[in-house]
């Protein structure tokens, strides 16, 4: 696999070696070794998945405090804007977001850090997401920013009226009044 250090510190992007051939293709989604010898020691404890169509943007979401996750995502159908958005105030890019293509195609992966608010948006008909987490959900302490927040400034590809939210993300706090990280 190529790890690539994006420009925000921590966040990488992973991208697999394929072996493609008459039957179809290969590749090794995860190497826990490899893994840790790149990018670190990370214990992933559940693996998740959702469908979606086309411009459902799921986010900007994270978990608060202790309960924060680190995520290892990608997408096995379809096409995403993959986002994380450095919520740790003591780090350069607090503020700052580096976003990512994902596709059935590229096979890339987006490992995102704890620290961090993450969310995507469907770009295909249809997309099937997969994602690792390092700690159990705890719904007592999620949080979302509002995903057309000014402040963090993201550049979704899908015009605002084209969009699908829940009602959870449509209620979104700003950027200003979220919980940071140290």
Same mark, same amino acid.
């Given at each position: 696999?190529?790890?690539?250090?994006?420009?925000?510190?921590?966040?990488?992007?992973?991208?697999?070696?394929?072996?493609?051939?008459?039957?179809?293709?290969?590749?090794?989604?995860?190497?826990?070794?490899?893994?840790?010898?790149?990018?670190?020691?990370?214990?992933?404890?559940?693996?998740?998945?959702?469908?979606?169509?086309?411009?459902?943007?799921?986010?900007?979401?994270?978990?608060?405090?202790?309960?924060?996750?680190?995520?290892?995502?990608r997408v096995i159908k379809g096409k995403v804007l993959d986002v994380a958005v450095d919520l740790r105030k003591s780090s350069p890019t607090f503020g700052r977001y580096v976003s990512v293509e994902l596709s059935e195609e590229n096979k890339r992966q987006?490992? *995102?850090?704890?620290?961090? &608010?993450?969310?995507? =948006?469907? /770009? +295909?008909?249809?997309?099937?997401?997969?994602?690792?987490?390092?700690?159990?959900?705890?719904?007592?302490?999620?949080?979302?920013?509002?995903?057309?927040?000014?402040?963090?400034? *993201?550049?979704?590809?899908? &015009?605002?009226?084209? =969009?699908? /939210? +829940?009602?959870?993300?449509?209620?979104?706090?700003?950027?200003?009044?979220?919980?940071?990280?140290?």
């Amino acid at each position: 696999m190529n790890y690539i250090q994006t420009e925000i510190d921590g966040v990488w992007v992973i991208e697999p070696r394929v072996f493609n051939d008459a039957r179809g293709y290969f590749m090794e989604a995860f190497k826990e070794e490899e893994f840790r010898a790149n990018i670190g020691d990370v214990h992933f404890v559940q693996d998740n998945e959702s469908k979606s169509s086309f411009g459902v943007l799921r986010g900007l979401h994270y978990q608060k405090g202790e309960h924060s996750q680190a995520k290892l995502v990608r997408v096995i159908k379809g096409k995403v804007l993959d986002v994380a958005v450095d919520l740790r105030k003591s780090s350069p890019t607090f503020g700052r977001y580096v976003s990512v293509e994902l596709s059935e195609e590229n096979k890339r992966q987006f490992f *995102i850090p704890r620290g961090f &608010a993450h969310g995507f =948006l469907v /770009l +295909s008909d249809e997309a099937i997401f997969t994602y690792k987490v390092d700690n159990m959900y705890a719904p007592q302490v999620e949080a979302s920013i509002r995903f057309n927040d000014e402040t963090i400034g *993201i550049d979704w590809p899908v &015009a605002e009226d084209q =969009l699908l /939210l +829940s009602e959870k993300d449509g209620h979104a706090v700003s950027f200003k009044d979220a919980v940071y990280f140290e």
